[in-house]
């Protein structure tokens, strides 16, 4: 079992890894670049945008009476969003270095950068920053959780449950009391996959492969 979680996680990054690559040849076929941070494009490529761009007022006329009515109910989620990214990083930055978990990064998930298009106008801009901000700012809470969940409660659910996060592979099985005990201070210390590839030899003296947990009879 416990090499097969090795093998599993192994996967898994592997799979980023393919995906980051694609993501990076997808980027050159488009013409741009990444510099300091920001998408860069030729100047021929930005007056093409800018020539494909649609008027505001095209793309109100082009919406429904409910789609323009329902806009105050989206934009209200903005605060408790706000408020969810806020006591999260507080959370973290407090609770983490008690727990010895490292902190979630939390600019690799909040990413604001769409509205840099110049083929959007400014009703699309302002709506790329507003779900780029928010669905960053959730998928930096998942991550936060996910952690934190692998400190308190590393245990599997007993039905399967959907858009679990990939930390749930490494949790004791669902009524495996005896591995509970005997793993709950190793899982705890189980961030090794979060290190740079140069660390990830051991993370306070235990590795994955140390952690054995067999599923037993119910």
Same mark, same amino acid.
């Given at each position: 079992m416990p090499m097969q979680l090795d093998q599993l996680l192994e996967e898994i990054h592997e799979l980023e890894r393919a995906v980051a690559e694609k993501v990076q040849q997808t980027k050159k076929e488009l013409t741009y670049e990444i510099a300091?941070?920001?998408?860069?494009?030729?100047?021929?490529?930005?007056?093409?945008? #800018?020539?494909m761009a649609k008027r505001a007022w095209r793309t109100i006329r082009e919406s429904s009476f409910l789609t323009i009515a329902t806009a105050p109910v989206i934009y209200a989620l903005l605060i408790p969003i706000s408020m969810l990214?806020?006591? &999260?990083?507080?959370y973290q930055w407090i609770c983490f270095p008690v727990y010895r978990v490292p902190r &979630?990064?939390? #600019?690799?998930?909040?990413v604001v950068d769409r509205q840099s298009l110049a083929y959007l106008?400014?009703?699309?801009?302002?709506?790329?920053?507003?779900c780029g901000y928010c669905n960053g700012v959730l998928a930096f809470a998942r991550e936060v959780a996910s952690r934190t969940e692998q400190y308190w409660c590393p245990i599997k659910h007993a039905r399967r449950a959907k858009g679990c996060h990939?930390?749930?592979c490494l949790f004791c099985e669902f009524g495996d009391a005896e591995g509970y005990a005997?793993?709950?201070?190793?899982?705890r210390k189980q961030f090794r996959d979060l290190e740079p590839p140069s660390k990830t030899g051991t993370q306070n003296g235990t590795s994955i492969a140390n952690i #054995?947990?067999?599923s037993r009879p119910l």
């Amino acid at each position: 079992m416990p090499m097969q979680l090795d093998q599993l996680l192994e996967e898994i990054h592997e799979l980023e890894r393919a995906v980051a690559e694609k993501v990076q040849q997808t980027k050159k076929e488009l013409t741009y670049e990444i510099a300091h941070g920001r998408a860069v494009f030729g100047e021929d490529v930005r007056r093409r945008h #800018r020539a494909m761009a649609k008027r505001a007022w095209r793309t109100i006329r082009e919406s429904s009476f409910l789609t323009i009515a329902t806009a105050p109910v989206i934009y209200a989620l903005l605060i408790p969003i706000s408020m969810l990214d806020l006591f &999260v990083s507080v959370y973290q930055w407090i609770c983490f270095p008690v727990y010895r978990v490292p902190r &979630v990064a939390r #600019r690799e998930y909040v990413v604001v950068d769409r509205q840099s298009l110049a083929y959007l106008n400014v009703i699309e801009k302002v709506n790329c920053v507003y779900c780029g901000y928010c669905n960053g700012v959730l998928a930096f809470a998942r991550e936060v959780a996910s952690r934190t969940e692998q400190y308190w409660c590393p245990i599997k659910h007993a039905r399967r449950a959907k858009g679990c996060h990939n930390r749930t592979c490494l949790f004791c099985e669902f009524g495996d009391a005896e591995g509970y005990a005997e793993n709950l201070q190793d899982l705890r210390k189980q961030f090794r996959d979060l290190e740079p590839p140069s660390k990830t030899g051991t993370q306070n003296g235990t590795s994955i492969a140390n952690i #054995r947990r067999t599923s037993r009879p119910l």
